[in-house]
T-cell receptor
C-alpha cells in the first residue's frame, strides 16, 4: 500500500471549513483513499473514501487531484466535536483487508 | 444506527493470565477485525477474519493470540498468556464488504 504524508497538526476556528491535506504520491491505479478519524481514545471512525472522483457525504467532502497524488478532506463547518486525529489511508480493496494507520493530523477546532 | 460493541470496557489482568476480549459486530457484516493501540502510539492491525477463518494477520498476532466466532453474533480475541507489553486499547471492527470498517469503542487491557 502507498505511503501517505500528513501535517502533524492543524487548527481552525469553529464554524469555518477545515481543509486537511494528504500526500500520496506513490499511489497506484487500484488504490483508494480513505479517511478515518479518532476522537480522543475512541475507536477510529470512518469518514469517506474515493478512487479518483470527488466524493461528498453527510460528514465531509473528499477532493482528489487529477493525478491522484494528493487529496484534501474538507469539513465544511467544523465544530468543537470535530477535534480529533484524522488519518488518510491508501488501500487496495482487492487484496488486503487491513487498514494501515499512520500518525495522522491532529485537528484542533478553536471556539 | 447499528454499531459495534465491545466488552469489557476495561480489563485488568496479571502477567501470564489468559484474557478474552469480546466484540459484537454489526449484525449483517461478514468481515471482522482486531486492532490495538498502545498508549500514545499508532493504531496497529492484528488480524482479519472472514468466512470462519483468518484471512490476514500481522507479525504481532503470534501463537499467543487467537480469534473465534463462537456463535452468530460474537467475535472474540484471546490472549493466552499476557505480557506487560500487551497493555493497550484493543479495537474490534467489522465491515459488510471490503469497504469501510466500523470500529467499536475499544477495551482497555492493563497487564500488571
Amino acid at each position: 500500500d502507498a505511503k501517505t504524508t500528513q501535517p502533524t497538526s492543524m487548527d481552525c476556528a469553529e464554524g469555518r471549513a477545515a481543509n486537511l491535506p494528504c500526500n500520496h504520491s506513490t499511489i497506484s491505479g487500484n488504490e483508494y483513499v480513505y479517511w478515518y478519524r479518532q476522537i480522543h481514545s475512541q475507536g477510529p471512525q470512518y469518514i469517506i473514501h474515493g478512487l479518483k472522483n470527488n466524493e461528498t457525504n453527510e460528514m465531509a467532502s473528499l477532493i482528489i487531484t487529477e493525478d491522484r497524488k494528493s487529496s484534501t478532506l474538507i469539513l465544511p463547518h467544523a465544530t468543537l466535536r470535530d477535534t480529533a486525529v484524522y488519518y488518510c489511508i491508501v488501500r487496495r480493496m482487492d487484496s488486503s483487508y487491513k487498514l494501515i494507520f499512520g500518525s495522522g493530523t491532529r485537528l484542533l477546532v478553536r471556539p | 444506527e447499528p454499531e459495534v460493541t465491545q466488552t469489557p470496557s476495561h480489563q485488568v489482568t496479571q502477567m501470564g493470565q489468559e484474557v478474552i476480549l469480546r466484540c459484537v459486530p454489526i449484525s449483517n457484516h461478514l468481515y471482522f477485525y482486531w486492532y490495538r493501540q498502545i498508549l500514545g502510539q499508532k493504531v496497529e492491525f492484528l488480524v482479519s477474519f472472514y468466512n470462519n477463518e483468518i484471512s490476514e494477520k500481522s507479525e504481532i498476532f503470534d501463537d499467543q493470540f487467537s480469534v473465534e466466532r463462537p456463535d452468530g453474533s460474537n467475535f472474540t480475541l484471546k490472549i493466552r498468556s499476557t505480557k506487560l507489553e500487551d497493555s493497550a486499547m484493543y479495537f474490534c471492527a467489522s465491515s459488510g464488504s471490503l469497504n469501510e470498517q466500523y470500529f467499536g469503542p475499544g477495551t482497555r487491557l492493563t497487564v500488571t
